[in-house]
T-cell receptor, first 115, second 108 residues
Framework: GAGVSQTPSNKVTEKGKYVELRCDPI?????LYWYRQSLGQGPEFLIY????????DSGLPNDRFFAVRPEGSVSTLKIQRTERGDSAVYLC?????????????FGSGTRLTVV | GIQVEQSPPDLILQEGANSTLRCNFS?????LQWFHQNPWGQLINLFY???GTKQNGRLSATTVATERYSLLYISSSQTTDSGVYFC??????????FGTGTRLTVIP
């Protein structure tokens, strides 16, 4: 597509539920990143994919968070047993190749609210 | 990770005024970039500026890598410049570390 598409744009869920957030990167972009942005803060790195594999998942806060990219295109961020502290905007970005030097294009984000 | 300090945290400008935003890094960084996040949350890359100076219209940026800081200049500000400005850099090749941002409000 023309840009990075994230769905849903908003998600409200109850504490303890499971959620999936989807990212559809720019066609042909091999690198895909997930970031989390809390209110009043800058985005924080979660995980980076190069193709289908998670090249760096060091930013995932705990084992309730998991992400996949099975065909090297669309990625899904999965959060189990959601907690109120997970409330944030989850941003996805893609890049033509690995390395921040190639330029990131960010999606508009999914605003997750855990009540 | 690295610490990224941005100043000022908040800035209010009259339309037409100029301003300078600053970004300090705790360590040497690679791939330094500036982003603008509009009021709808969209993050747009303004500059890839690991060193030196670049200009794009009313915006310009300068990075002094040896002193671990970068500056973003906005001239003749417009209401559409409102939003949050972030600088970010990497330690290695990939993962950007963002600052806490400068929230700019331009009033007509």
């Amino acid at each position: 597509g023309a840009g990075v598409s994230q769905t849903p744009s908003n998600k409200v869920t109850e504490k303890g539920k499971y959620v999936e957030l989807r990212c559809d990167p720019i066609s042909g972009h091999t690198a895909l990143y997930w970031y989390r942005q809390s209110l009043g803060q800058g985005p924080e790195f979660l995980i980076y994919f190069q193709g289908t594999g998670a090249a760096d998942d060091s930013g995932l806060p705990n084992d309730r968070f998991f992400a996949v990219r099975p065909e090297g295109s669309v990625s899904t961020l999965k959060i189990q047993r959601t907690e109120r502290g997970d409330s944030a905007v989850y941003l996805c970005a893609s890049s033509l190749n690995r390395g921040a030097a190639y330029g990131y294009t960010f999606g508009s984000g999914t605003r997750l609210t855990v009540v | 990770g690295i610490q990224v300090e941005q100043s000022p945290p908040d800035l209010i400008l009259q339309e037409g005024a100029n301003s300078t935003l600053r970004c300090n890094f705790s360590d040497s960084v690679n791939n330094l970039q500036w982003f603008h996040q509009n009021p709808w949350g969209q993050l747009i890359n303004l500059f890839y500026i690991p060193s030196g100076t670049k200009q794009n219209g009313r915006l310009s940026a300068t990075t002094v890598a040896t002193e671990r800081y970068s500056l973003l200049y906005i001239s003749s500000s417009q209401t559409t410049d409102s939003g949050v400005y972030f600088c970010a850099g990497t330690l290695g090749a990939n993962n950007l570390f963002f600052g806490t941002g400068t929230r700019l409000t331009v009033i007509p």
